[in-house]
């Protein structure tokens, strides 16, 4: 899915601002939230500025940082009176790594200011999907096609096919695996136990 080159700019603006706030909110430095996320301080410079697009796993380890949900580090995605109605090919997108090939999703609902948070991933065979991933609140893994390898550490690992599912604390560090050579679509779903702060 590609976005319109304005609403793309917009986007990168919107997560810029929102990294920055939260930034200066933890009483951080540029150079010690790069360090603490793990990233150089002239990408972190290009991210605040709106001139690059952090991936999701980026996003993540920003947000772990910070202290603050990783929602509050994107923009919403609502209409007006908290209506939201989204297009084909519509949503931010989200590579979830910073690696070449990383499998991309987009954000259907949620964001700065809301509880719930969805995105859906069409994940191609062989597409990075980060190593673990870890949040606040509950998220649910529904598998629409294909087969995804579901790990949660000291839990387990299980595997699933369409129409299957899988609730767990988002607390519990977690990572993906695609099961099988023809790739999965996947949607998922994160309830947040606080509302990110909107701030524009």
């Not at 772990?64 to 009176?81: C, D, E, F, I, N």
């Amino acid at each position: 899915m590609l976005q319109h080159p304005e609403v793309a700019a917009d986007v990168r603006a919107a997560v810029g601002r929102a990294v920055r706030r939260a930034r200066e909110a933890a009483g951080l430095s540029m150079r010690a939230l790069a360090r603490a996320g793990g990233m150089s301080q002239p990408f972190l410079s290009q991210v605040e500025k709106g001139e690059t697009s952090p991936s999701l796993s980026s996003l993540y380890r920003l947000a772990h940082a910070l202290g603050v949900p990783p929602s509050q580090l994107m923009p919403a995605v609502a209409a007006p009176r908290g209506v939201s109605v989204l297009r084909q090919g519509d949503g931010q997108e989200l590579a979830v790594s910073d690696v070449p090939g990383a499998a991309r999703g987009r954000l259907l609902s949620g964001g700065a200011g809301h509880l719930l948070e969805v995105v859906e991933y069409d994940i191609e065979p062989g597409a990075d999907l980060g190593d673990w991933f870890e949040s606040d609140g509950e998220m649910t893994v529904y598998v629409m096609g294909g087969e995804l390898e579901v790990t949660l550490e000291h839990e387990g690992s299980w595997r699933l096919g369409a129409g299957e599912a899988i609730s767990h604390p988002a607390g519990i560090r977690h990572r993906w695996a695609v099961a099988g050579d023809t790739g999965a679509r996947v949607l998922l779903s994160v309830a947040h136990t606080h509302p990110a702060v909107a701030r524009r």
